[in-house]
């Protein structure tokens, strides 16, 4: 059986995709062209990801019908911006590899740079 | 004899004069490795002192006689006669101590448990944007900022966007994510929990302050040491400006100055290396200096 976190990647990946509401009946028929899923598990891990946050519902008669909360895009920025410090004071990441610079500092390294490469070409 | 004076002036000593000499130094840039161990001995040693202090001024006819033997006899550890009952003085004389030495332990903690949560927050959202690559054995995150990070510790992850992997040739790509590894691979995450459960306790103190400067600084001077292991140093300085130059310019409101213009000329620079007299020197003071405060306490001499 694969990790919990790879099905909940899968079906937000699906929810992401398609860009409209869809039931979990619609997400378990695309998951099994590729792989045999109990509806029963979908079921459960979809709910995981609403309560998480990851999805909102609305209910059509006797069916939900789930979306994604946020587009992909604003996934990534949002963990961008986690990720290089920028909307905390402490960031889940360690460090970046490089922070932002001003043009000062751009033009520094850039300096540092070409010395290297003209001392080589002597 | 009380030692209380003498220990707070040995703390005066480690907590102020000592970081200054050591920001002034060269060789920290040079040897980043044992820079960092400094930094740990230099914050380990002013907490033993302030404990051992303190337990000073709580009991001050008591002897600090053989330092921790001393406080493991109070305890009713020591394998001596036993003492007459515990009075109100020799509890805080216990007391104290510990209190100094838990709370610096327990703020590394809670720092670490804290990022932890939000690593593991960031890291389940990571793996329902990010795509895994296993060639680069990294998580490619679709953004179009040029960045490289890594999130340390427990089922950790290495994060690259992917404007980062069109940008950068694929040598320069594994030398920023060689860099990323060595941080992992280091714990890097725990000694900066370290410097920040310090700065915690002892948040006006230039000591906990410089460290976390320094110890920031000095990790990425490790990792960059690292990645050189493999890669062309100019490869890793290309990266580096390339990275730096493909995105908008730092806000006024940004955090101060950049150290990317000290590592980019010590990468490019002459490898300098202090001698290795020098180096042993260095690495026996590591040992030596969070024992000095018992020292201190207690001069085989009295």
Same mark, same amino acid.
């Given at each position: 059986?694969?990790?919990?976190?790879?099905?909940?990647?899968?079906?937000?990946?699906?929810?992401?995709?398609?860009?409209?509401?869809?039931?979990?009946?619609?997400?378990?028929?695309?998951?099994?062209?590729?792989?045999?899923?109990?509806?029963?598990?979908?079921?459960?891990?979809?709910?995981?990801?609403?309560?998480?946050?990851?999805?909102?519902?609305?209910?059509?008669?006797?069916?939900?019908?789930?979306?994604?909360?946020?587009?992909?895009?604003?996934?990534?920025?949002?963990?961008?911006?986690?990720?290089?410090?920028?909307?905390?004071?402490?960031?889940?990441?360690?460090?970046?590899?490089?922070?932002?610079?001003?043009?000062?500092?751009?033009?520094?390294?850039?300096?540092?740079?070409?010395?290297?490469?003209?001392?080589?070409?002597? | 004899?009380?030692?209380?004076?003498?220990?707070?002036?040995?703390?005066?000593?480690?907590?102020?004069?000592?970081?200054?000499?050591?920001?002034?130094?060269?060789?920290?840039?040079?040897?980043?490795?044992?820079?960092?161990?400094?930094?740990?001995?230099?914050?380990?040693?002013?907490?033993?002192?302030?404990? =051992? &202090?303190?337990?000073?001024?709580?009991?001050?006819?008591?002897?600090? *006689? %053989?330092?921790?033997? #001393? !406080?493991?006899? +109070?305890?009713?550890?020591?394998?001596?006669?036993?003492?007459?009952?515990?009075?109100?003085?020799?509890?805080?004389?216990?007391?104290?101590? =510990? &209190?100094?030495?838990?709370?610096?332990?327990?703020?590394?903690?809670? *720092? %670490?448990?804290?990022? #932890? !949560?939000?690593? +593991?927050?960031?890291?389940?959202?990571?793996?329902?944007?990010?795509?895994?690559?296993?060639?680069?054995?990294?998580?490619?995150?679709?953004?179009?900022?040029?960045?490289?990070?890594?999130?340390?510790?427990?089922?950790?992850?290495?994060?690259?966007?992917?404007?980062?992997?069109?940008?950068?040739?694929?040598?320069?790509?594994?030398?920023?994510?060689?860099?990323?590894?060595?941080?992992?691979?280091?714990?890097?995450?725990?000694?900066?929990?370290?410097?920040?459960?310090?700065?915690?306790?002892?948040?006006?103190?230039?000591?906990?302050?410089?460290?976390?400067?320094?110890?920031?600084?000095?990790?990425?001077?490790?990792?960059?040491?690292?990645?050189?292991?493999?890669?062309?140093?100019?490869?890793?300085?290309?990266?580096?400006?390339?990275?730096?130059?493909?995105?908008?310019?730092?806000?006024?409101?940004?955090?101060?100055?950049?150290?990317?213009?000290?590592?980019?000329?010590?990468?490019?620079?002459?490898?300098?290396?202090?001698?290795?007299?020098?180096?042993?020197?260095?690495?026996?003071?590591?040992?030596?200096?969070?024992?000095?405060?018992?020292?201190?306490?207690?001069?085989?001499?009295?």
């Amino acid at each position: 059986m694969r990790r919990l976190g790879e099905l909940e990647a899968e079906i937000m990946d699906r929810f992401w995709t398609w860009g409209r509401p869809a039931t979990v009946r619609e997400v378990v028929d695309d998951i099994n062209q590729h792989r045999d899923l109990a509806y029963t598990t979908v079921t459960t891990v979809t709910s995981i990801l609403f309560q998480k946050g990851h999805l909102t519902r609305v209910r059509h008669g006797r069916v939900w019908h789930y979306e994604a909360a946020a587009s992909r895009e604003a996934y990534a920025a949002a963990l961008m911006e986690d990720g290089l410090g920028a909307s905390t004071d402490r960031p889940a990441a360690l460090a970046q590899f490089v922070e932002n610079l001003d043009d000062d500092e751009l033009a520094a390294l850039r300096e540092a740079l070409r010395n290297v490469g003209r001392r080589a070409a002597q | 004899m009380n030692a209380a004076p003498a220990l707070l002036g040995y703390a005066a000593l480690v907590g102020v004069a000592v970081p200054r000499l050591m920001t002034r130094s060269v060789w920290p840039h040079r040897a980043p490795g044992l820079g960092a161990a400094v930094w740990l001995a230099l914050s380990l040693s002013f907490t033993i002192a302030v404990a =051992l &202090a303190a337990s000073q001024l709580a009991a001050p006819t008591e002897h600090l *006689h %053989l330092g921790l033997l #001393g !406080l493991l006899h +109070a305890c009713g550890l020591g394998t001596t006669a036993p003492r007459p009952d515990p009075t109100t003085v020799d509890l805080l004389a216990l007391t104290m101590p =510990l &209190a100094v030495v838990t709370a610096f332990v327990a703020a590394s903690l809670f *720092h %670490l448990a804290r990022t #932890g !949560l939000i690593r +593991a927050r960031h890291r389940d959202r990571l793996d329902k944007v990010g795509a895994r690559c296993d060639r680069l054995r990294a998580t490619v995150l679709p953004h179009s900022t040029p960045a490289a990070y890594c999130l340390p510790g427990f089922r950790s992850r290495i994060v690259v966007s992917d404007a980062a992997v069109r940008l950068l040739t694929e040598e320069q790509l594994s030398a920023v994510l060689e860099h990323e590894r060595a941080h992992v691979a280091g714990r890097h995450h725990l000694l900066l929990a370290a410097t920040h459960g310090f700065a915690t306790v002892f948040p006006w103190l230039p000591l906990a302050r410089r460290a976390r400067e320094q110890m920031a600084v000095l990790l990425e001077m490790i990792a960059d040491d690292r990645a050189l292991r493999r890669h062309d140093r100019e490869v890793l300085a290309t990266a580096m400006y390339e990275m730096a130059a493909g995105r908008a310019p730092k806000g006024a409101f940004a955090a101060g100055g950049s150290t990317a213009l000290l590592r980019m000329k010590r990468i490019l620079g002459p490898r300098r290396t202090p001698h290795p007299a020098f180096r042993g020197s260095v690495a026996s003071a590591v040992l030596a200096v969070p024992l000095l405060p018992l020292l201190v306490a207690c001069p085989p001499g009295l």
